[in-house]
């Protein structure tokens, strides 16, 4: 018989799987459809700059509402916030003059910004809140949890060309918020209102004083997901494109690619040698992923300008690919770590204040990728990842990696 426990892990993750889908076809449908329209890749990236930063701001909100309300009012929150974004972008007329079209859509995707880490921060919460204390069990549930998420984002990613191309941009939005009150009723119905509620933090002091794990795990994730972002956000969509490709073809790529990167994170703790304390083996674990991710965007790039007569688009696939397995190790590691790290009764808020980083990674490698495509195109985005994936590689030696160096600043951990 299911366990309590498993049975909301399971809930959280289903309803997680509807939402990400839902944001990773936002995502491909706005950028294909503005790139359509004509504005260049500095822009493009400037659509997403709002939605990054409120990223930063609903994971640290986010952290703490969850502890003092609850997981899955958290969940719906942010929810109820997408579905918002979703109806007003779907009001944007064509009409408009470019700046205030640009406005509305920024607008529209703070929105979705918010309403995406909301739902990230609780649902990631939930696992620490039903694991237990086997780090195992919590090493499985989170690597299985991060991969199959990042499967649905890239089948969203699929499903946002399609739309694009099938049902065209308004049509497309009316859907995707039909689908996702469904499983904001799901949510309603099947979780109990008090997962995850414990004693918030009472000050600012209190809830940015972390142990050192979680402070220097989450500037090597501000760094790691930099480093995708600066060539994968605008950069890769906008090249492929570029050279050749449909809409629905660079959907299907990038949403084959974020499907296969999601599977390998599902693996990942079978890649990953275990210890009995959680930590001591698996450190060691991240310093050796990092510095195999490093070796990528070097290697495509010395391709890229190398003497071969090789087409660009398919080094730059392959080397994507290639790029998969790596990073995708060392997303499931980070995301096992943070919950290691983290105290048990505030494991809330240690998760907003560890994707808030994430969320400084994803704002800046996202405004980087177009500024850095429009400079020089894929091989200045390529420069760009290098550079903050060995940033992220020295970080990972500062890491603790035995129980005893987990050192608390300002409060128990």
């Known amino acids: 018989m299911m366990s309590p426990q498993t049975r909301d892990y399971l809930m959280v993750t289903a309803s997680y799987w509807g939402f990400t889908l839902v944001d990773g076809a936002l995502r491909m449908l706005v950028l294909l459809h503005f790139f359509r329209l004509g504005y260049s890749p500095f822009t493009l990236a400037f659509l997403f700059l709002l939605y990054e930063f409120a990223g930063i701001v609903a994971n640290l909100a986010g952290g703490w509402l969850a502890t003092r309300f609850g997981i ?87 499903v946002g060309g399609l739309l694009l191309e099938a049902a065209g941009f308004r049509a497309a939005l009316w859907l995707m918020a039909g689908a996702l009150l469904l499983v904001l009723l799901a949510v309603l119905l099947l979780l109990p209102r008090d997962l995850g509620k414990a004693k918030a933090s009472k000050t600012i002091r209190e809830l940015f004083a972390k142990s050192a794990g979680v402070n220097l795990l989450a500037a090597a994730r501000v760094f790691m997901f930099g480093a995708r972002d600066v060539w994968f956000v605008v950069g890769l969509p906008v090249f492929l494109y570029a050279s050749g490709w449909r809409f629905v073809e660079v959907g299907a790529f990038l949403a084959a690619w974020t499907i296969v990167y999601g599977g390998l994170q599902a693996i990942a703790p079978a890649l990953v040698p275990r210890s009995a304390d959680g930590l001591s083996r698996e450190v060691p674990g991240a310093r050796l992923w990092a510095g195999l991710l490093l070796a990528v965007p070097l290697a495509i790039a010395l391709v890229l300008n190398g003497p071969l007569d090789l087409r660009p688009d398919l080094v730059v696939v392959v080397g994507l690919a290639i790029f998969a397995l790596p990073f995708a190790v060392n997303s499931s590691l980070h995301s096992y770590l943070i919950l290691a790290y983290a105290g048990s009764e505030k494991a809330a808020e240690d998760v907003g204040f560890y994707y808030a980083a994430n969320a400084c990674g994803r704002l800046a490698g996202t405004l980087l990728s177009g500024l850095f495509y429009q400079w020089g195109g894929i091989g200045f985005c390529l420069g760009g990842s290098a550079a903050m994936l060995l940033v992220c590689w020295a970080i990972t030696f500062l890491l603790p990696s035995h129980r005893g160096d987990i050192r608390t600043v300002g409060r128990a951990a």
Do not use: Y
């Not at 237990?132 to 998420?149: E, H, I, M, N, Q």
């Open 72 to 158: 899955p009012r958290m969940m719906m929150t942010g929810q109820l916030l997408q579905i918002a974004s979703l109806f007003l972008l779907s009001a944007l007329d064509p009409a408009w003059r470019p700046f205030l079209s640009i406005a509305w859509v920024v607008v529209a995707q703070g929105l979705a910004g918010l309403a995406k880490d909301f739902t990230k921060t609780a649902s990631k919460s939930a696992i620490k809140a039903t694991a237990g204390d086997g780090a195992g069990r919590l090493f499985k549930w989170v690597a299985w949890f991060t991969g199959s998420k990042n499967a649905m984002k890239g089948l969203g990613f699929f």
